[in-house]
Structures are given as C-alpha cells and as structure tokens.
C-alpha cells in the first residue's frame, strides 16, 4: 500500500533519518538492496543468520518475528555500524551511440560511506497473561547507492536508495514448542536517480508485513520459517523525458522490494552447549517486482554462522554467505515504468548502478554480557569480497566493501547469568 508524499511526510523522514543514523549512500553489503540483519548487533557477527534462534532483538524484530517469543521480560538495543564500499565503474560509448549525454570514461565512486543505526525495544506480555513478546523498532532495512558527478563524461551519474522502517511485531507461544509472529514495517523511502538526465530525489511511504513461525524440534534445535510480503512504492513525477517532437513526458517511477521467503535451523547441543551452528537460506523473488524485476533475476542466498561460548558471558562469532549472482542478462528497455532514450543500453546502464553480483561474504564478531549490570554489548566486522561484472558490451564494474558494528542491549527482568559462573555446563562421560 502506497500513498503520495507531504510535507509533514517529509518532516518525519528527516526526523527519523536523523534518529536512525542513516547518513549517507552506500549500503555495499547488502543482497541486491536490502541488509537481511547483515549489520545487527549479534548476527551480523554471523553473517546475517537469524531466522530460527537470533542473538539480539532487532533480528527477531525484523527476521521471522515468531522468535520475538524467546525474549522474556523487557530489552532495549542501540546499534550502529560503519558500511565503506569501493565500487568503480568502466563505461565506453561507442561513435553516434551517447544516450543522456554520457560519453566513455572510468573511475571510482565518491559517494562516503553510510552510518546505519538500528533501534528496538520488547516487553515481554506474560505478566499480563498472553504468552508472547511484543516489540518495535527503527530499523534501516535497505539501501544502495553511488555517484560519478565528479567525472565530467558520466553527465552527473548518480543513484541512490533507501528505506527506514517502522516496525511493531509480536510473537506469541502457542505450545511449548511451537510460536507464531507476525510484524506490520511503515517504510519510508528516498529515491534519487537512477536514469541519468531524467530524474532528481523523490520520496514514497509505502507498508510491508511478514509472518513466522518457530518450531522447537528438539530441547536444543529450533526451525523457523517467514513469509515477506513485497513493498510497493511509487515516486511521483520522478522521471521527465523530453519527447522527440518537442514537449516533455512526466513519469512517476515504481519501485517495490521482493517478497521473501526464509527457512533457517539452528543447534546448540554440540560441546556440552556452548557451540551453536546455524544455517538461514532466503529465497528473493526480484521478478515480480517493479524496477528491479527487469534488472535482478530471482536469488538464493545460503547463510551460515556459528557462535561459541568461551566463558558464560563471553561469545565469539563467525559466519559466511553465499549469495545468487542476480544480475539479469536481457533486462529489456524499460524499468519502473521508465523507457528511457538509448532503450537497452540504458537500462544496462542503470543495471550497473545497482550491482547484485557479489557471491562471497564473511563476518566475525564477539558478544560480552554483563559489562556492567543488565547491559550487553556486541562488535561485528565483516567484508564482501572484490568481484566485476559486464553490463552488456559497454559497461562493467567493480565492488567490494567491508564493515564494523557495534550494539548495547538493555535487560530488565527475564533471564541473566553471572560472568563469574565460568563455562556453561561440564561435561560427563557416561557409560
């Protein structure tokens, strides 16, 4: 559901980025655009993994909400993470063939990196007699972004995205071993570019839902699975295109998110306890999306984490992800409702300002209890590794990009441990 913007729209926008420490452009690390908790506290310490048992709230938050369930009593995280890509791009126009005034050149973007901040709190509602946990967050769900103004034959070539949520969730206990979630996201969102000449910054509204469920098969062995619904919105008058005879045409742009589908399985009985494995695979259905459907094939991505506890409060982490080269080989001449001059060599063009190629990711990350009384805090750091791809014969680019994270949660009631407790359990052989 999408509705036009105001200016009282535009206010919260500015107020929530500036809450939010959503700063700048360049989200370079996420799957196509969108951060699938690769920058929260905890899980992005295990690249990303979060769908059957998350290490901190804002996952379970934005992941499968049925695990909002597994948070007693009441929790506050603040998080922020530091995103820096490197994203160089090589482009030749051959003689007669300039579209948008753009000529041959190459060069690395200038656009900085982004501050991500990520805010949520739950309170636990059994005390009220309803076996479950409800919750809201601030959530910096998607982004891309990239600029070449400064290279004169790129005729001001820039792009950028992204989107801040608001999102209550709830996740209620229907069995000791099985819980159901669901959460509503009101998205707000900033478009500038991407048809080079044509269009400037717009912004959009527009609501996202998902539901969950968490089924405990084994005291140590959780499943979960999640349904994402598409997020739709609608830049109006974004795009002006001058008409060969003269006059103009006014074009609003569409742009929606995928739905999602996600299934993860986590276990923690290895080494007495204190290993947990985890796996999250995500299935992204670009194809039936505005704007990006024609740039992005539909994705698989497989994400894999672990986490071990050293001592009862001290955790380290690692993970890594393998994403689906999404790159659509014939994305045809028009996208979001966009037929910009130059037809496929544009939209090609376009292609490559949103790049969705990256396969390789890893991540670590070290979570610390009680650092002082009922307060967390977790690190992350991660990298993308270095890949290029050829948008047609004319364009190719290059990206790569790492990141470092940080959060403090808030306990108040519900479960804690004391640091001085040593190992989680010992271990005995029995015969």
């Known amino acids: 559901m999408s509705k036009r913007n105001s200016p009282s729209v535009a206010g919260l926008l500015a107020i929530l980025l500036l809450s939010g420490s959503l700063t700048s452009e360049s989200h370079a ?65 051959p003689p007669g063939g300039v579209f948008q005034g753009v ?27 309803i076996p479950g946990t409800f ?86 062995t959780k499943l979960g699975v999640y349904y994402q619904t598409k997020q739709s919105f609608t830049f109006d008058q974004a795009a002006i295109i001058q008409l060969p005879l003269g006059g103009t045409s006014i074009n609003d742009i569409r742009l929606d998110l995928p739905s999602n589908v ?31 459907g024609v740039l992005y094939d539909d994705q698989w991505v497989f994400q894999f984490g672990a986490q071990y506890k050293v001592t009862e409060c001290l955790r380290v982490r690692a993970g890594y992800v393998y994403a689906e080269n999404a790159t659509q080989a014939n994305p045809g001449n028009s996208s979001g409702g966009v037929t910009p001059p130059g037809a496929q060599a544009a939209i090609r063009y376009v292609q490559s300002l949103f790049p969705n190629y990256n396969k390789h990711r890893i991540s670590f990350g070290v979570g610390m209890k009680n650092i002082l009384p009922n307060v967390d805090v977790d690190l992350n750091a991660g990298g993308m590794f270095d890949e290029t791809q050829q948008f047609g014969p004319l364009t190719s680019t290059s990206l790569a990009s790492y990141w470092i994270g940080t959060g403090l949660t ?21 015969q």
């Open 29 to 93: 690390q996420a799957i196509g655009v969108e951060l699938h908790n690769t920058v929260m506290p905890a899980s992005g310490g295990m690249g990303g993994v979060s769908i059957a048992n998350p290490q901190d709230l804002p996952s379970a938050l934005h992941g499968n909400p049925a695990t909002l369930s597994q948070f007693g009593g009441t929790h506050f995280t603040f998080s922020g993470a530091w995103v820096e890509p490197t994203i160089k791009m090589r482009h030749t126009t």
């Open 103 to 129: 000529g041959s050149y190459q060069g690395k973007s200038s656009a900085q990196g982004s501050a991500l901040g990520n805010i949520a709190v739950s309170q636990d509602l059994r005390p009220l007699g």
């Open 135 to 220: 919750g809201v967050g601030l959530i910096a769900a998607s982004g891309a972004g990239n600029s070449f103004r400064h290279i004169p034959a790129s005729n001001g070539t820039s792009a950028f995205f992204n989107v801040l949520e608001i999102t209550p969730a709830v996740g209620l206990e229907l069995t000791e071993r099985l819980s159901v979630g669901a959460n509503l996201m009101l998205g707000n969102s900033t478009l500038d570019g991407p048809f080079v000449g044509l269009t400037g910054a717009a912004y959009d509204y527009a609501l996202r839902g998902a539901i969950g469920l968490n089924y405990a098969v084994a005291p140590a």
């Open 262 to 292: 996600g299934i993860g399985i986590s276990d923690e009985s290895l080494m007495c306890g204190r290993l947990l494995l985890a796996v999250d695979v995500l299935y992204k259905n670009w194809d039936d999306t505005d704007l990006f």
């Open 410 to 430: 808030w306990h108040f009631g519900g479960s804690s441990c004391d640091c001085g407790e040593g190992m989680p359990c010992e271990c005995t052989v029995t």
